[in-house]
């Protein structure tokens, strides 16, 4: 479908597209229904599903009309119809299928009317024509009046007997049911009453319109130009499935080594925090198991020191290298003999001069006497 043409199809994303029905609908005219119906399948086996149409159009020829009519009420998309300017003749027709959402814009106009149309040829081809039209003429009253929650016999009557132009305001169609919401949005000013005729309502209507288009396409050009640089595509091929979907891929891949690389790091952190805690911890037990070897505290003590070291080794080592060990002279020392200094010492004094393992080996009968003035009881009770 070419730009230059009133209608515009926009892919809004993977599921979702935008339809410009601006114009007359007909072959070589504004809306050629038969390149609509041909883009929209082409959307449609891309996986769209939503479709939003907009409207601003005075009709227009209804084997035209009748094709996309019918395409819509038998595909599997959804349709939703957004009435910006007019929606008259043949358009009102296209948006009356109840299966169908229909939102206007506050000074939206609807006309509806018997469906018309001319025929070339002989008797057989016009009398074809006729009954075309009033095939389609009854499936659009059964339509409307579903949608207005009215028998067929008063559609009819109301709009399809007296052959005039019968027409609604948005506040009216929505009234009788035709119109489900309507929209403040767009500050579109109402068309004046001076102005005759279908074509030129709908041609005031455009010439406001042009400038929501236009801002809608500049809005799309810079997300293009955004697009375009999230995925360090050039822009022309944003429009381009494969372009899009193979940068997308690289995005997910690259993402994907980069969550590797970080969860490797992790691991090899992990395993060197491991290897400095068991080095720290060896550390500590050599520093705790030479202290006791040169008896400057008892295997009792051990816990305690280990715990002191492992939260601040400078420190347990500066405390432990100021202590004294046994003196070896008195590890000879006699049973029985001690010297005049320990006389007085109490069990604390002994812990205190680390000599109380000493005592302990070399004089265990005064080492339990001292256990009990201490904790009350000898040891092993």
Known sequence: MEKSQTQLI??????TAEIYMYGVIGS?????????????????KQGCRNFKFYVNSEGGEVIQGNALFNYLDRTDIKVEWVVDGIAASMMAMLISNPKHKVIAAKYASFMYHRVQGTCNGNSDEVRNLATMIDTFEKSLIDM????????????????????????????????????????????????????????????????????????????MIKDTAKMAQLLNIAESEVDTDEKVMAAVQNVVTENGNL?????????????????IAGLKGEKVKALIDKAIADKKFGEDEREDYTKLATNDFALAEKLIAKMEGV???????????????????????????????????????????????????????
């Open 327 to 381: 003196d070896p002279v008195v590890d000879h020392l006699g049973k029985g003999e001690e010297p005049a200094e320990e006389k007085d010492w109490t069990f604390d004094d002994y812990h205190k001069k680390g000599k109380l393992e000493n005592l302990k080996k070399n004089n265990p009968e005064k080492y339990n006497k001292l256990f009990k003035i201490k904790y009350g009881h000898y040891p092993n009770e």
């Open 28 to 44: 070589g005219l504004d809306i050629d229904t038969n390149v609509v119906v041909a883009e929209i399948e082409k959307l449609r």
């Open 259 to 275: 969550r590797n690389q970080v969860s490797t790091k992790d691991a090899e952190i992990t395993n060197l925090k491991n290897q």
């Open 10 to 15: 926009n892919k809004v994303d993977n599921t």
């Open 144 to 219: 409307m009046a579903a949608k207005m929650k009215v028998s067929s016999e008063a559609v009819k009557k109301e709009f399809f007997t007296d052959g005039l132009d019968h027409w609604m305001n948005a506040e009216e169609a929505k009234s009788r049911g035709l119109v489900d919401e309507i929209i403040t949005g767009k500050k579109i000013t109402p068309a004046p009453k001076e102005l005759s005729g279908v074509s030129a309502m709908r041609d005031f209507y455009s010439k406001q319109l042009f400038n929501f288009h236009n801002k809608t396409q500049k809005s």
